[in-house]
């Protein structure tokens, strides 16, 4: 069950005293962050807006939104970092899910032992943070060497984002595996690929785990194929993400310069939210890069290619005629 800090928000409110605030966060959790502005409302009697957009992490953390409403605090809600805040508005409270591991983390651990593991690494989501110490036990019970990955940035200890990859990078050299808990395929699978070893993913509502190599791969190649078609586009949309941690326009800018080149055709487009459907307005467009997410175009189906940052940047070295390997191989994905 998923568990919000209220007490956080409580104590917040309690010494701030704002006048009207917002609750954001990711769409899982959404009713909870329903019931959790009914409780607000009616202890404090203030205005509690719930902003009902997407929010897909601490890069989308509608403050626009929250500036429109003229709230005096924006809780985001389930987005775990290691910061508390951003700026004077933006407060960070953590939401857990308080589910146990600990039945496929014991099965898990006796039947990696025939694979000849012997150091694995941990590795999750915001909202299982919790219960890495309690999986490594288990796993350093049964006679393994676990190595928590140093967090970076917002990360912390064994945490991964869509797009941040440092604690599972930075050790590849020292495991022999990594397990990810959670049900979470693509950040999995993004660490499959990221570090080329084996990555097991933990899933402890239906007690079993699964390897995502296969997965992996086949992203990997979607990537791939996706920088070849683009090799023969004339002209190209690159796309400036509107979102507050997601708008990158020296990036786009650069990207044009060096495709610009290369003998291409740039046209800079600037949206919120990228889609498939707004995309097939842009009709005289052959292929898109866009500079907000890494995740936009594996996460979705597109009928033209739509590049990431890592994509379009071996997109440039294919057209000088270099092999595009590695490319998503680095800690980084934008």
């Not at 809780?75 to 290691?82: A, C, K, P």
Request: contains cysteine.
């Amino acid at each position: 069950m998923i568990l919000i800090d209220e007490e956080k928000i409580f104590s917040t409110i309690s010494e701030k005293k704002p006048r009207s605030i917002a609750l954001d966060g990711p769409d899982g959790i959404l009713k909870k962050i329903q019931s959790c502005a009914h409780k607000l409302t009616e202890k404090y009697n203030i205005p509690v807006y719930v902003i009902g957009d997407t929010s897909w992490g601490s890069c989308d953390l509608n403050i626009h939104a929250a500036e429109m409403l003229g709230v005096d605090i924006l809780f985001n809600i389930g987005h775990t970092i290691s910061m508390e805040k951003f700026g004077d508005k933006v407060i960070m409270v953590d939401a857990f899910d308080d589910v146990d591991f600990s039945k496929i983390a014991k099965r898990c651990a006796i039947d990696l032992r025939k694979n000849n593991f012997r150091k694995i690494s941990l590795v999750t989501n915001s909202q299982y943070l919790q219960s890495v110490q309690k999986v490594k036990e288990i796993f350093e019970f049964h006679g393994y060497d676990v190595i928590i990955g140093r967090g970076k940035g917002h990360l912390n200890d064994a945490q991964v984002f869509g797009c941040e990859f440092y604690p599972v990078h930075d050790i590849k050299d020292q495991v022999d595996a990594y397990l990810f808990l959670g049900q979470s395929i693509f950040h999995s699978a993004s660490i499959a690929i990221v570090t080329q070893k084996p990555t097991f993913m933990l899933d402890p509502y239906f007690n079993e785990y699964s390897e995502v190599s296969d997965i992996a791969q086949k992203l990997e190649k979607k990537a791939l194929l996706s920088i070849y078609k683009a090799q023969d586009a004339k002209t190209i949309g690159i796309i400036i993400g509107l979102k507050e941690g997601q708008f990158a326009n020296i990036r786009a800018l650069e990207l044009k310069r060096l495709l610009e080149q290369e003998g291409k055709r740039i046209l800079l487009i600037a949206m919120t939210e990228i889609t498939d459907e707004r995309l097939l307005s842009f009709q005289d467009i052959d292929a898109f890069i866009q500079v907000a997410c890494p995740r936009i175009g594996t996460d979705n189906h597109f009928h033209k290619p739509v590049l990431s940052v890592p994509q379009a940047i071996s997109l440039i070295k294919l057209l000088k005629g270099e092999a595009p390997q590695g490319f998503l191989q680095i800690k980084h994905w934008l």
